[in-house]
C-alpha cells in the first residue's frame, strides 16, 4: 500500500507534461542540428568531387599533350590518343610495358577500356566519375570524328586496338550516380578548358556540344 502511494506521488501531470516537453525540445535540436549539417556535409562532399574531377581531368590533359610530343605509342606521328582512356595507362609501348601516363584509378574509370589492358584490374568509379573518350566534334567545328586514324597493333604477343587524331582529342567525365555529389557532366578539348553542365543524366556527353560551349542550349559553363 505504501508502495502505490509513494508511485502515485511520483507520477504527476505535471511531472508527465514536462518529460512531453523535455522530448520535443530534444527533437527540435536535433532537427535544428540536422538541418545545418546535412547541407554542409553534402555541399563539402560536392566541392571534393570537384576538386578531384578538376585535377584528373587536367592529368588528362597532360598525359594527351606529352603522348602526343613524344609519340608514346611510336606509331611515327605527332598526334593524340582517341581511342580511350585506359590507353593511357594501358597500351604497351615498343617495349613492351604499359605506357602508363595516368594512374591505374583513373584508367579503371573508364567504365567501356578498362577491361581491354591486362592487369588494370576491376573498372570503377574515381571519386564518383567514370572517364570517356568523345566520339563526335562539335557540329558547327567540322562535325568530324575524333578517331581519324584507327587500326591495330601487337605489342608482346597481343593485338590492341588504337585510333588517333592529328590535332584534336575530347574527353567527358560524367557521374557514376545522377544525383550524387556533382552531378554535373565535365568535358574537355585539346585546349585545355574545362566545361561542365547539369545534363540530366548520368549517361556520358560523346558529341562535343559547341566550338564554344557556351552557346550551347542550354550552355556549359567554364569550371575553375
Known amino acids: 500500500m505504501n508502495s502505490c502511494r509513494l508511485a502515485c506521488r511520483a507520477w504527476s501531470p505535471a511531472a508527465a507534461a514536462l518529460t512531453l516537453v523535455q522530448a520535443l525540445l530534444i527533437a527540435l535540436v536535433v532537427a535544428v542540428v540536422a538541418a545545418i549539417a546535412i547541407p554542409s556535409y553534402l555541399r563539402a562532399r560536392q566541392l571534393g568531387a570537384e576538386t578531384s574531377v578538376l585535377s584528373d581531368l587536367k592529368l588528362l590533359s597532360s598525359a594527351q599533350q606529352v603522348w602526343r610530343g613524344m609519340d608514346l605509342d611510336g606509331n611515327g606521328a605527332q598526334d593524340y590518343w582517341t581511342y580511350d582512356v585506359a590507353g593511357l595507362w594501358g597500351l604497351p609501348g615498343q617495349d613492351g610495358a604499359a605506357i602508363a601516363q ?64 592529328p590535332s584534336r582529342f575530347a574527353i567527358c567525365a560524367y557521374p557514376s550516380i545522377y544525383g550524387e555529389g556533382d552531378a554535373r557532366q565535365h568535358i574537355l578539348d585539346e585546349r585545355g578548358i574545362i566545361w561542365a553542365r547539369d545534363t540530366g543524366s548520368a549517361s556520358p556527353t560523346l558529341v562535343f556540344p559547341s566550338k564554344d560551349p557556351t552557346s550551347a542550349s542550354p550552355p556549359w559553363v567554364q569550371f575553375e
Open 102 to 165: 595516368i594512374s591505374p584509378a583513373i584508367a579503371r574509370a573508364d567504365a567501356a577500356g578498362s577491361g581491354r589492358y591486362p592487369g588494370l584490374g576491376t573498372p570503377g568509379p574515381h571519386a564518383g566519375f567514370f572517364f570517356t573518350i568523345m566520339a563526335t566534334q562539335a557540329a558547327d567545328d567540322g562535325g568530324g570524328t575524333y578517331q581519324a586514324n584507327r587500326g591495330k597493333v601487337n605489342r608482346g604477343g597481343m593485338e590492341y586496338a588504337w585510333a588517333t587524331h
